[in-house]
């Protein structure tokens, strides 16, 4: 169901797809909505909504993503290489959830996202958060399976679930760690290891399908993957 916007920063016109009367809601409010909606992608096969990567309160340790508390603040994002807000967003929008064609800044639920967004910002100026992308991959060495469990938990079980057996995972065709990259690993005649790695630090971008997300260094440091790939002993 598509839902209108009247006038920013005014409120929606929400009713049901039925006859039913429709009800007020605050654009921000249906921003709310719609970031923790996968459905706000008209792609079937996307599972994943904004706030699946991203926390929104201040002080969130870091998970997937950086929290987008003060996001329309910033100078610019994406370590500073994108300097729209639109643009930046709908980098999400297209590789991670599968978004076609771009975010339409006057499309009614669109407004009502950047609506949301700037309703956690504070109109104080601040510069782009670093964001180190890792250009080549190597063996972190050796971590501690405790510290990498909890590593699990923060950044990876949200979409994989379980490793080994992937129960609760975020959707069927997410695939099971780290039994996936030992098969990628076997043809390419490839050290598991250096799979996980590449798939951690560069996400969808290693070439093998998927839309998951990339790892920088501000959010998973090297020690922290020497930790994970310790839990999960590819």
């Known amino acids: 169901m598509r839902r209108a916007l009247a006038a920013l920063p005014l409120v929606v016109l929400m009713g049901a797809c039925d006859t039913s009367d429709p009800v007020e809601l605050p654009a921000a409010t249906l921003g709310r909505e719609l970031f923790a909606d996968p459905g706000f992608s008209p792609s079937q096969f996307n599972a994943f909504s904004c ?17 987008l508390a003060g996001a329309v603040d910033r100078a610019a994002w994406w370590g500073g290489d994108i300097t729209s807000l639109r643009e930046a967003a709908d980098f999400c929008w297209v590789y991670f959830m599968r978004g076609f064609p771009s975010l339409d800044p006057a499309d009614d639920e669109a407004r009502a996202l950047f609506e949301y967004l700037a309703s956690l910002g504070s109109g104080t100026p601040v510069p782009a958060l670093p964001l180190t992308v890792a250009e080549s991959i190597a063996d972190p060495g050796r971590g501690d399976a405790g510290r990498g469990a909890a590593v699990w938990d923060r950044a990876c079980r949200v979409c994989h679930g379980d490793p080994h057996t992937g129960e609760g995972r975020i959707a069927d065709d997410v695939l099971t760690v780290p039994e996936a990259s030992q098969a990628v690993a076997q043809e390419l005649g490839a050290d598991p290891r250096l799979v996980v790695s590449e798939k951690v630090r560069h996400g969808q971008f290693f070439g093998v399908g998927g839309n998951m997300p990339f790892f920088a260094l501000e959010l998973m440091s090297d020690a922290e993957l020497a930790d994970l790939l310790e839990y999960l002993d590819p």
């Not at 706030?51 to 929290?67: G, N």
């Open 51 to 67: 706030a699946t990567c991203h926390p929104t309160t201040r002080d969130a340790a870091p998970t997937i993503a950086v929290s």
